[in-house]
């Protein structure tokens, strides 16, 4: 929404509401609607860190100052396209959208929930944060948009997910005071993407906020429900209407007592949350808005609330009889590749599951997850096919750099890996690949792709079909 044209097609009750909520910022706050929206990504930082992604990233980008892992890049840039996103080392997400998972501070072996999760851009950031330790419950109720959010997960690598697809009424009942850390990012009427989005200005009206409220306050007792004692609950919108923002926030202390506010972490251009847009509550100063006027970035809202006591990280490990004809094809497959690790840790032979010829790696957290709708519980680590083992796409994803022996690792300017993900077969020369034939990983800078299986000097691609570029 760059042009004054654009500017007058935001709904005049909005532009009368911003105006008595800004004052005197007001003008700045309309002047933002001139300016290009930003783009960003964010590092996958269980794969690689920050200092070496900026070594091999191919296009320049530029730090985020409220997110340590988070990069500016320009409107001319194409990151998707680049192998590095194929191999799952950032996701591209807008600047402010970032803060929310950044300000949940996520430690590995804590059970997680996202509770309205798709399309996965803050699902993958706490699932990165765990570092395959723990339990990610990742949830949204759209069929449709949670199939986003497992690919996005399958891409980031992450082996210790529950994807679900239930109502969080469901979950609340399965899982009273059972999540360490739960972030909400809540529906709401979206008016901190107008710039971004203009079909949400045009869908706006005045009386979407107090409907959007409604459901909001549902979904936060909820939340907090399955909140552990000492557990924190991190809620988060990309509106700025007060009654959805700093209201829904006083509705929740007021009717949970038990939950209390936490300061947020401070950067040029944040702003507080204001008490007179929640029924005066003085503590609601320690919420966090973010304006487009004041940062590189769309509209958003934070708030970090904890849940009174205490409670310990111990949790019940996962245990699963492991099949012996699986594990047989299993350790054949592993000793061709020279398996050593899976994401940086030992294999663990107690949390692999086979239902009909697919093959899994359970989370190790136990837990009753029957009677749920689920999409995908861990990792899915291939097919069982007549004596052999053949490999997943999200299997491939799941390891990290140094993890296996047989590797064919190219730079990432090599045209042969963009010929590679459109599922081309390729020519090996000598000396590129650690192994003279069999199942190898391709890889990027180091950084696993995908499978193939290398004769005479070429490899056959098996980068299957519905992930090519």
């Known amino acids: 929404m760059g042009e004054l044209s654009n500017i007058e097609m935001l709904p005049l009750p909005f532009l009368e509401r911003m105006k008595e909520m800004l004052g005197s910022e007001y003008d700045a706050f309309l002047e933002s609607y001139h300016s290009p929206r930003t783009y960003g990504l964010r590092v996958n930082t269980s794969k690689i860190s920050c200092e070496e992604f900026e070594q091999i990233v191919p296009f320049p980008v530029s730090p985020i100052p409220w997110t340590t892992n988070g990069y500016f890049y320009t409107e001319d840039i194409r990151p998707s396209r680049c192998p590095l996103y194929q191999a799952g080392l950032y996701y591209l997400q807008e600047p402010s959208a970032m803060t929310p998972a950044a300000c949940l501070p996520v430690e590995p072996g804590e059970t997680i929930l996202d509770l309205c999760a798709a399309p996965g851009g803050k699902a993958t950031a706490l699932g990165a944060a765990l570092r395959g330790e723990g339990l990610l419950i990742a949830n949204d109720i759209s069929a449709s948009r949670t199939k986003a959010l497992l690919r996005n997960l399958e891409l980031f690598g992450i082996s210790n997910s529950f994807v679900t697809n239930e109502t969080p009424a469901h979950l609340a009942e399965k899982f009273p005071e059972f999540f360490h850390k739960i972030l909400l990012d809540a529906p709401c009427s979206g008016e901190g993407m107008f710039r971004k989005e203009e079909a949400l200005a045009k869908d706006w009206t005045p009386k979407k906020s107090s409907e959007l409220a409604s459901i909001q306050r549902e979904l936060i007792l909820q939340a907090a429900d399955m909140l552990r004692p000492g557990g924190l609950l991190l809620y988060s919108t990309c509106t700025f209407a007060p009654e959805e923002d700093e209201g829904t926030i006083n ?19 944040f702003s507080h949350g204001v008490p007179e847009w929640g029924n005066g509550n003085s503590e609601l100063t320690k919420c966090i808005r973010l304006f487009p006027h004041k940062i590189n970035g769309e509209g958003h809202f934070l708030a970090l609330l904890r849940k009174h006591g205490e409670t310990d990280c111990i949790q019940q490990p ?31 032979w107690s949390r692999v599951e086979t239902r009909g010829d697919k093959v899994y790696y359970l989370p190790p957290v136990n837990s009753n997850f029957r009677g749920l709708t689920f999409l995908r519980n861990g990792l899915y680590l291939g097919d069982l096919k007549k004596n052999r083992f053949e490999p997943s796409q999200p299997f491939a994803l799941a390891l990290h750099k140094g993890d296996a022996e047989s590797v064919i690792s190219l730079p990432v300017e090599d045209p042969r890996l963009i010929r590679y993900l459109k599922g081309e077969t390729l020519l090996i020369e000598e000396g590129e690949s650690t192994r003279k034939k069999g199942w190898h990983l391709l890889c990027a800078e180091g950084y696993p792709l995908g499978f193939g299986k290398l004769v005479n000097g070429t490899l056959k691609n098996k980068y299957p079909a519905g992930w090519r570029v």
Request: net charge negative; glycine share 8%.
């Open 251 to 269: 509705f929740l202390l007021e009717q949970r007592t038990d939950m209390s506010l936490l300061p947020l972490p401070e950067y040029e251009g």
């Open 318 to 348: 996962a245990s699963v009889r492991s099949n012996p004809d699986t594990e047989k094809w299993l350790r054949l497959f592993f000793k061709e590749i020279g398996l050593k690790s899976l994401g940086g840790k030992p294999f663990d």
